[in-house]
């Protein structure tokens, strides 16, 4: 499993216009074969930077979606609401934390 990053930065003014591209393809990017994961980071303190966050089965489903039809109609409506260039970058996980919560029913 390959894990994608892409950061990037928006105008002010085209933060909408980019919302709205996102949410009309997030459920058929999610539905892209070896696609198992995908969520959008929005910038704490800056609200103009979003990070996509996508796991995928392997780089080849990856590469293949950024050669869909698919990938042609989202990133060029993406990528002319830009203010700076993207960041993207896949990673592999090393390891993994998750939080041990205590039951329920505990008391503390």
Not at 63 to 88: I, N, Q
Request: charged share 25%; proline share 8%; net charge neutral.
């Amino acid at each position: 499993m390959i894990i994608r990053i892409v950061r990037m930065t928006f105008r002010p003014d085209a933060v909408a216009e980019f919302l709205r591209v996102f949410r009309a393809s997030e459920d058929r990017i999610r539905a892209q074969p070896g696609c198992r994961h995908m969520e959008l980071w929005q910038d704490d303190d800056q609200p103009h930077i979003f990070c996509t966050h996508s796991h995928w089965d392997a780089a080849a489903d990856l590469d293949r979606y950024r050669r869909s039809a698919l990938f042609g109609e989202v990133w060029p409506a993406t990528k002319k609401l830009f203010a700076a260039p993207p960041l993207a970058f896949s990673v592999n996980a090393v390891t993994a934390t998750t939080a041990q919560l205590p039951p329920p029913d505990s008391v503390l």
